[in-house]
């Protein structure tokens, strides 16, 4: 099955400079790189995702990159706000029958942004 | 996407006796997951609820501890059985969205066992 990596687990940063959280996979046939942002007390809110067939995606401020030939990809939040500060994980899907699929997710990253 | 409504959004129950979670889709869907976040920590997949037939469980669980109902595409229950304070968590279902390949998650229910 599907093995994530997540780091770095803590990332302090002081409002309006850039973040970016790094992810490892180990299944080459995975496909589909989803970021969630879990605010505390709340579920997982899908932020942003990207699939193998391109490298870089973005939304506003915020983007994720993949290089499927070293199988990592990161999500890069630029200009941080304070509402920015939550538990970031990154995911990628393990293969079941036919074309169903589960999620492994990766440790998790607490960013806290400093005012 | 799908909207799922999970339900209780929390409790607080004695060690022991068993709790069910319940999630109903607005939608019908082939497979449901059920997560499990520990304090501090990650989502862990507990087990892929199919309609018809039985979940499949991850490694490190049970069906005796986490039976699973699919009576239908559009609901599935978990029940945590016999439990202890180690099985205080937050649970979470969740479902592929349709179109695309992304997921969608219920608001998660926060289990205490006292």
């Known amino acids: 099955g599907e093995n994530v990596e997540q780091h770095p687990s803590t990332l302090s940063v002081q409002e309006g400079d850039s973040a970016v959280i790094k992810c490892t996979y180990s299944?080459?046939?995975?496909?589909?790189f989803p970021w969630y942002k879990q605010e505390l007390g709340k579920r997982p809110q899908l932020i942003i995702d990207?699939?193998?067939?391109?490298g870089e995606k973005k939304d506003q401020r915020i983007a994720v990159t993949l290089n499927k030939t070293a199988k990592h990809f990161s999500l890069h939040i630029t200009e941080t706000q304070p509402e920015d500060s939550a538990v970031y994980f990154c995911?990628?899907?393990?293969?079941?029958?036919?074309?169903?699929?589960?999620?492994?997710f990766g440790s998790g990253t607490q960013l806290t942004v400093l005012p | 996407s799908a909207v799922i409504s999970q339900k209780p959004s929390r409790d607080i129950c004695q060690r022991g006796t068993s709790l069910t979670i319940q999630c109903q889709v607005d939608?019908?869907?082939?497979?449901m997951f059920w997560y499990r976040q520990q304090p501090g920590q990650s989502l862990t997949l507990i087990a892929t609820?199919?309609?018809?037939?039985?979940?499949?469980?991850e490694s490190g669980f049970v069906i005796d501890k986490f039976p699973i109902s699919r009576p239908n595409l559009t609901f599935s229950t978990l029940t945590v059985s016999n439990m202890s304070p180690e099985d205080s968590s937050i649970y979470l279902c969740?479902?592929?969205?349709?179109?695309?390949?992304?997921?969608?998650f219920g608001s998660g229910t926060r289990l205490t066992v006292v």
């Open positions: 969740s479902v592929p969205q349709t179109g695309n390949y992304g997921y969608t």
């Open positions: 299944d080459s046939a995975s496909n589909y």
């Open positions: 990207i699939r193998s067939n391109v």
């Open positions: 995911a990628a899907p393990t293969r079941l029958s036919g074309s169903a699929r589960q999620l492994t």
């Open positions: 939608s019908q869907v082939t497979m």
């Open positions: 609820a199919n309609q018809g037939s039985e979940a499949t469980y």
